[in-house]
């Protein structure tokens, strides 16, 4: 079975430019996290998704970013524009709903110049 | 403030020897508490959970205790092998919270030294 696939793996721009970062969950599971990561830190969540309704987005700074799962499967998440202090990894996670076990993709490694 | 402290210093064991990484919290409600593997360059693995109810879980070489009266949760690998170099992540989700929203901790940087 397939996990989660993240696509780029690796995104280099400058800053003021928009970026994108998309996400292919494991089949059937209907939450859908995106999470930021620092070096040396711990994930932290920007939004939860309940298929296609964001049921958490608390921590996403709305000003630059956004995100969309249309039709409840695949997501994105748009940063515009991009910010020196916006390099970090961002990890997309799945799981069934109500589960407490998370699947990560192997996240996109973003650097801001 | 809620913090979620694991050490911050990297822990370097003799193969064949007991690693044990903490995880401390405050101001936290846990329902329950996961622990997480993270290889360079990866996603978090999930390894395993243990439930606010639950003392100790076992799994292989792998072992969680959970006390809710100290705020703390031990992670134990015995036997260590080079093979479990990696990062470790120890992971909350709040009493009352959504049941799958975790905050992790920073990590703790485990070296197995063959």
């Known amino acids: 079975e397939a996990g989660v696939v993240q696509s780029p793996r690796y995104k280099i721009i400058e800053k003021k430019q928009p970026v994108a970062f998309w996400c292919n969950p494991i089949?059937?599971?209907?939450?859908l996290y995106w999470y930021l990561q620092n070096l040396g830190q711990g994930p932290e969540l920007l939004i939860r998704y309940e298929n296609e309704e964001a049921v958490d987005d608390s921590q996403l700074p709305k000003d630059r970013f956004s995100a969309e799962r249309l039709k409840g499967v695949d997501s994105t998440l748009k940063i515009q524009p991009a910010e020196l202090g916006d390099s970090a990894v961002y990890l997309c996670?799945?799981?069934?709903?109500?589960?407490?076990?998370?699947?990560f993709g192997p996240g996109t490694r973003l650097t801001v110049l | 403030s809620q913090k979620i402290e694991q050490n911050s210093e990297a822990l370097n064991i003799q193969e064949g020897k007991t690693a044990t990484l903490t995880c401390n919290y405050t101001n936290y409600s846990p329902a329950y508490l996961q622990w997480y593997r993270q290889d360079p360059g990866r996603g978090p693995v999930f390894l395993l959970l243990?439930?606010?109810?639950?003392k100790e879980k076992r799994k292989e070489r792998l072992k969680v205790t959970f006390d809710t009266t100290l705020k703390q949760s031990l992670f134990h690998i015995t036997a260590s092998q080079p093979a479990d170099s990696a990062t470790y992540l120890c992971a909350l989700a709040s009493r009352g919270g959504a049941t799958n929203k975790l905050i992790f901790g920073t990590g703790t940087l485990l070296a197995v030294q063959p």
């Open positions: 996670a799945s799981s069934l709903v109500g589960s407490w076990e998370q699947f």
């Open positions: 089949s059937g599971h209907n939450t």
């Open positions: 243990i439930r606010e109810n639950e």
